[in-house]
């Protein structure tokens, strides 16, 4: 269950990068 967890935040996490790199969500 951490393991899922981990992999979670670090898709969020990617997702908040790419978003903050297209500027298309300001």
Known sequence: MKA???VK???D???KV???AD???V
């Open 9 to 11: 935040r670090v898709v």
């Open 18 to 20: 790419r978003v903050k």
């Open 4 to 6: 899922l967890v981990a």
């Open 23 to 25: 500027g298309t969500d």
């Open 13 to 15: 996490y990617n997702v």
